[in-house]
């Protein structure tokens, strides 16, 4: 009866023990920090000129690290320069078309044309006084219908070149018309508009570096005609560095945009980067293949961005790192 008692007594502690272990492991779960699994997700740019032309020179090659503004490479610009001119030449014949039909006719003009307007009048005059004679001809029939008819030709055709006189002197002294300046304003615009493209073009002969970073592939090489738009360089933008990791449903409160994060790398695993969260999907999806933990790939989760704020050289692109938020 003692030893049954004893056993009993055994079991219970058992118990008891297993319990309290229980706890103690479950407390132990649930104070660890949250840990997740991603990788660094660096931004590539594909570098090209905005327009045609023979590749003249390059200034970098893969894996030269590059500042923001740095000069890359450039077209043979000789054409474009061509263009410059012209354009140039264009502005300045529109401007002085301009100023000519703003400014009038000069004084000379309108003395010359007002002398050619006297001498038709006196032509007019003569031939007037012929007509008439030749009225007074005919009415005591002394003279031809033919010479008669002739007159009257000849008084039309002075009336009509007198007229005409009169209108180029009314042009010359009220200036040009409106309409005729107005057109001459929208040539000149135009003529700007197209010496800005030209000056734009020009400047787009030449590839500036848009951020810091690392030249990934150069595409082509000095004397390659290329079009607008094609890839010359690859460029790996060195900041930001963003970690793309996922997150399930039970933990999606631990990322709050702004919480802090410690980043750890196989080759790092005492000296952690630090980061924030940035971003949080609105939206759930399957876990990625490229999440290194088995039991969270068939499970709905949400993307996360982490900004690395001590970002350095070591952090590359699709490194795998471990993330471990803050305790709450």
């Known amino acids: 009866m003692n030893k049954k008692k004893i056993a009993i007594v055994v079991v219970v502690l058992a118990l008891v023990a297993a319990a309290v272990y229980a706890i103690y492991d ?119 219908a033919d010479a008669l008819e002739d007159a009257r030709t000849s008084r039309n055709q002075a009336l009509a070149n007198l007229q005409a006189a009169k209108d180029k002197l009314a042009q010359y002294e009220s200036g040009n018309r409106p309409q005729e300046i107005d057109q001459a304003k929208a040539n000149l615009a135009q003529a700007q508009a197209s010496l800005a493209q030209a000056e734009l073009n020009l400047q787009d002969t030449t590839l500036i570096s848009p951020s810091e970073g690392t030249v990934l592939t150069r595409a082509v090489e000095p004397g390659t005609m290329v079009s607008a738009s094609s890839t010359i360089f690859t460029l790996s933008l060195t900041r930001p560095v963003w970690i793309r990791a996922y997150i399930n449903e039970i933990n999606l409160q631990h990322a709050v945009p702004g ?56 952090l590359r692109q699709g490194m795998p790192v471990t993330l471990r938020f803050a305790q709450p």
């Open 26 to 144: 479950y407390q132990r779960e649930k104070d660890q920090p949250l840990t997740l699994y991603g990788n660094v997700d660096i931004r590539t740019v594909n570098l090209g000129f905005r327009v045609d032309g023979r590749l003249a020179s390059l200034t970098v090659d893969e894996g030269d690290a590059v500042k923001a503004g740095q000069l890359l490479g450039k077209l043979d610009d000789a054409p474009y320069l061509n263009a410059l001119q012209q354009a140039k030449a264009n502005v300045a014949s529109s401007q002085a078309q301009l100023d000519l039909l703003q400014a009038g006719y000069r004084q000379e003009e309108i003395a010359q044309v007002r002398s050619e307007m006297a001498q038709r009048q006196s032509a007019y005059a003569y031939a007037d006084s012929y007509y008439q004679r030749q009225r007074g001809l005919w009415a005591s029939k002394s003279t031809s």
């Open 259 to 314: 919480s802090k994060v410690e980043i750890f790398t196989d080759g790092r695993p005492d000296q952690p980067y630090h980061g924030t969260v940035g971003f949080v999907s609105p939206t759930a999806e399957f876990t990625p293949k490229s999440v290194e933990t088995p039991d969270l790939r068939t499970d709905l989760v949400y993307r996360l961005r982490i900004i690395v704020t001590d970002a350095d050289d070591h």
